[in-house]
């Protein structure tokens, strides 16, 4: 099964590929190009947290199995709350790479 051209409207998508079977394509400067993927690897829009146009396309090769998890802001308590690291996994070797937002901010700066 594939899906045809989209973008993300979620706040955030986070999706784990089957490495093995391909299929999800970016469009890029007006060319579809293959997204690879690596073994348990997550991806994530580019750090950037912005969906681009792709699609995924039906393949012959046999099953592919795939993880999307959508996130979105459904009212306006939840865009209110801050979002984060979780602190509980941070330590001196392990510091924040990103700083806490909530998603308000989120939309005015990015």
């Given at each position: 099964m594939g899906i045809s051209k989209h973008t993300d409207g979620?706040?955030?998508t986070v999706l784990l590929l089957d490495h093995r079977i391909g299929g999800l394509q970016v469009l890029h400067q007006n060319r579809w190009i293959d997204v690879r993927s690596i073994a348990g690897a997550l991806l994530m829009s580019n750090d950037k947290?912005?969906?681009v146009e792709h699609r995924v396309l039906a393949n012959r090769e046999g099953p592919r199995v795939s993880v999307a998890c959508f996130f979105r802001i459904d009212d306006l308590?939840?865009?209110?709350?801050?979002?984060?690291?979780i602190k509980g996994l941070l330590t001196e070797d392990n510091p924040p790479k990103y700083r806490e937002?909530?998603?308000?901010l989120f939309l005015t700066t990015t």
């Open positions: 979620d706040f955030l947290l912005k969906s308590q939840s865009s209110l709350k801050t979002y984060g690291p937002t909530t998603f308000n």
